[in-house]
DNA sequence: AAAAAAC
């Protein structure tokens, strides 16, 4: 573990300033390339794409089978819709800087349509917010000095819905900026610190946003820290630590806004250290993931504890399949549905393409010769689980890739931090991950995505790949593909050619497995995975070094009564703790 | 259809 910190850290390898210099000249050439493509593209008129944009944004549901037939048929450019969107979501706190020297790139429309009662009329400017709805001056201050200069479509259609306290569901593309349509008119509705107004009985939390993972939570806080700028709010990324300072209840009703994950949250409830029966706004962001199986209890429970009669929701994600839309609706008062784009469909600037790579054991070679030769870093590489992540990483390092960083959350929340930090510091030239970081993430350098494991559904793929072309920069996604990954194949193809890239003919003429087929499928490979899937390569360096961290492991164990604490690195065992 | 993430 050491080994592998020290590696791939190496700091004599990292030439900081090349680097930036090689990634200033891939900003140049590429945002010229995206102009170009983007005037060519546009005034032609692309008939074709357009129909079918808006066959699916009227039609509502179920998009995706209607758009398979033609996907096969009229292959290749023919699809590339629009191109859409972008904006400047931008992120974090400390890359305000990389935000003004990368500047604007092109900004191109999405069409939006709009289904509900009474849908308030979009607006092209922040300024004419403020015409309209008044919102605090400091507000669009802050908004103008975190680089947002014009509202993207989901900006400038959900912030007026939001701003007239409507409930909403947004769909719009990844990288796309719908953090700041909904911390726009929140932070706008908040009002005076609940810290300040002690005689109104009223006040307390008022504002709740639910994201998947941590770092996510985390992201949306720099955001939402950046806008509250110059006022007085307390925002709460919520955490074992700060949950723990809400026994006292003075602090509890001191709290603003809440950023949180939703168990954290139901922790609290539970332990009756929290009250949201004064929320006014709740906002789940990745929704379709926040109102799956595993979150959907969690979620209902804090939706129940925030009581107040005008609670205003609403739920964002890149994506909603049908069955999330459904329970989102439920959910909702009078909603009204925005979509931008193409529900479930990627942003067209992101060029993507499938790797054959027969089996599991081919894919390490094959990623090995890919990072051989140029590549743009920082690169973010999807595995299927955690000790698989751990164990790629450790290959890629053993092998000279220079820094390799890995994030999964199976390690502490410190090394968590610490690599998300590398991350948007550009220290990171590979980054090996999990489905953490498959949401909402936005690391704006990120130019290339590696799917070395097949992602397990439509959706995730959509928001893995999403990880690049962000804010309308240009992206690259690859995606590996073994023979057990055969079933799932073509549904991905489909969503390739959807979003203007092309595809082998020879997958397209798959045929689509039966049901029953995939089921069987999907047995195999599940019998497989428990086999051989947990480690990537295991090669001799691997094994040797594991055995001996597993005597040093031991050797520590017998010692630790005396020496306790002392131990260099006691995060090593936690994060290696599956190489038995 | 299935793992990851949430604590």
């Not at 909403?168 to 509705?189: C, E, H, N, R």
């Not at 005689?199 to 806008?227: D, F, M, W, Y």
């Not at 030239?429 to 690391?443: I, K, L, N, P, Q």
Request: glycine share 6%; proline share 6%; with cysteine.
């Amino acid at each position: 573990m050491e080994a592998f910190h020290l590696l791939s850290r190496g700091g004599a390898k990292f030439d900081k300033s090349k680097f930036k210099s090689d990634v200033n000249l891939f900003n140049g050439k590429k945002s010229k390339a995206a102009n170009a493509s983007t005037s060519a593209r546009a005034p032609e008129g692309e008939l074709p794409p357009e129909l079918d944009f808006f066959k699916y944004a009227q039609g509502g549901q179920g998009k995706r089978k209607a758009s398979e037939p033609n996907g096969g048929a009229d292959a290749k450019g023919k699809k590339r819709r629009v191109e859409e969107d972008e904006d400047t979501e931008d992120e974090d706190a400390d890359e305000a800087e990389q935000a003004a020297e990368e500047d604007d790139p092109p900004m191109p429309r999405h069409r939006v349509t709009t289904k509900g009662n009474n849908v308030p009329e979009h607006v092209e400017t922040f300024e004419a917010l403020r015409e309209r709805y008044n919102i605090p001056s400091r507000l669009l201050q802050n908004i103008a000095q975190s680089g947002y200069k014009r509202p993207t479509g989901i900006q400038s259609h959900g912030i007026p819905i939001l701003l007239e306290h409507r409930d909403l569901a947004a769909i719009s593309p990844t990288g796309t900026g719908k953090t700041l349509s909904y911390l726009l008119p929140v932070m706008s509705a908040l009002g005076a610190p609940a810290a300040s107004s002690k005689s109104n009985p009223g006040s307390g939390v008022r504002a709740l946003i639910l994201a998947p993972t941590r770092e996510l939570a985390h992201q949306i806080h720099n955001e939402c820290l950046k806008l509250a700028q110059g006022r007085k709010w307390k925002i709460v990324l919520f955490s074992k630590a700060t949950a723990a300072t809400l026994a006292d209840k003075k602090v509890r009703e001191k709290i603003d806004l809440i950023i949180s994950t939703p168990l954290r949250l139901v922790a609290s409830l539970q332990a009756g250290n929290l009250e949201l029966n004064n929320v006014r706004h709740i906002v789940l962001d990745e929704a379709d993931r926040m109102l799956d199986a595993e979150f959907l209890e969690q979620v209902q429970e804090v939706i129940a504890a925030c009581t107040h009669p005008e609670v205003q929701k609403a739920v964002f994600s890149a994506t909603l399949p049908a069955n999330a839309e459904k329970v989102a609706m439920s959910m909702l008062r009078d909603p009204i549905r925005v979509v931008v784009g193409l529900k479930d469909t990627p942003l067209p600037l992101i060029a993507q393409s499938l790797t054959y790579v027969a089996d599991d054991q081919s894919k390490l070679p094959t990623l090995l010769q890919y990072l051989s030769q140029p590549y743009n870093p920082p690169v973010l590489i999807f595995v299927s689980s955690q000790p698989r992540a751990t164990s790629l990483a450790e290959e890629l390092v053993i092998s000279g890739v220079p820094n390799v960083d890995c994030l999964h959350a199976g390690m502490t929340m410190k090394e968590r931090e610490d690599a998300v930090s590398r991350m948007r510091r550009g220290e990171s030239w590979v980054m090996v991950s999990t489905e953490v970081m498959a949401r909402g993430m936005d690391f704006k350098g990120v130019r290339e995505v590696i799917n070395y494991d097949f992602p397990q559904s439509v959706q995730s793929y959509i928001h893995r790949i999403g990880r690049t072309g962000r804010a309308g920069r240009e992206g690259k996604a690859i995606t590996y593909f073994t023979n057990e990954d055969a079933p799932f194949l073509k549904t991905i193809a489909n969503v390739l050619l959807q979003s203007g890239s092309t595809v082998p003919e020879w997958i397209l003429k798959l045929p689509k497995p039966s049901k029953m087929k995939r089921r069987e499928m999907g047995k195999v490979k599940r019998a497989e995975a428990v086999n051989n899937a947990r480690r990537i390569g295991r090669s001799d360096a691997i094994k040797k070094r594991d055995m001996v961290a597993a005597s040093k492991r031991r050797k520590a164990k017998e010692t630790q009564s005396k020496t306790d604490g002392a131990t260099s690195s006691p995060h090593a065992d936690g994060a290696d703790g599956e190489s038995a």
